[in-house]
Structure formats: C-alpha cells, structure tokens
C-alpha cells in the first residue's frame, strides 16, 4: 500500500471553489486502477489549508493516475491555490495496532543509503 499526502493552501475566497473542485476529482478517483480512498482534511484554525490523503495499492498505480491527474504533481499552481500544492509521498513511520492482537506494531521505511 501506498499512502500520500497532499497540502494545499487555497487562495482567500476560492475554499468553495476548492472543496467543489476536489468532490469532482473524488467522483473520478474509483475509475483508477489501485484507487483505495481519498480523504479531504481542512484546518479548523486556518480554514484555507486542506490536507488530502490518499491511499493507493502500489507506487506504479498511483504513478499511472499522477499522470492523468495533473493537480496531483509536485509544486503545482492551480487557480484557487495561493502557493504550489506540497505532496508528501514518503511514509517515514507507521504506528498501529496489530489486527485484534493489542500488540503495537511500528513501521519504518529505510532511508536511501548515503554515500
């Protein structure tokens, strides 16, 4: 499973606009391939930040869709964004519980190696 975060900071009174913008792509979002879910976070202090996160089943399914979805890039302007979009696609650290063991369970990615 892949997981990747998206920040967006929407220009000052285009939020509607954004959030309509974003429930269209959501719509089109089970028509590809490795699609698991897509959830749309908004701070409640700062109410033209928005955080999407999604879930994919492999790296080459979400790298199929970036393609079509063009929003989705790195450092992308669109109309209603007041800055490039920011894509977080590094999971650093998972922490969990095991599927009903009570157990914690922690995942790390290795790092590139240096050097």
Wanted: cysteine-free; aromatic content about 8%; overall charge negative.
């Amino acid at each position: 499973m892949v997981e990747l975060a998206i920040s967006v900071e929407v220009a000052p009174g285009h939020e509607v606009e954004w959030e309509d913008e974003w429930r269209a792509l959501a719509l089109s979002l089970p028509q590809f391939p490795g699609f698991r879910t897509a959830t749309l976070l908004r701070d409640s202090e700062a109410s033209s930040h928005y955080v999407v996160l999604h879930e994919w089943d492999g790296h080459d399914l979400l790298a199929q869709a970036m393609r079509r979805l063009l929003w989705l890039g790195r450092d992308t302007t669109l109309p209603w964004t007041a800055g490039p979009i920011h894509v977080f696609d590094e999971v650093v650290e998972v922490v969990g519980h095991g599927a009903g063991s009570g157990e914690r369970n922690v995942e790390r990615s290795t790092p590139p190696s240096q050097g």
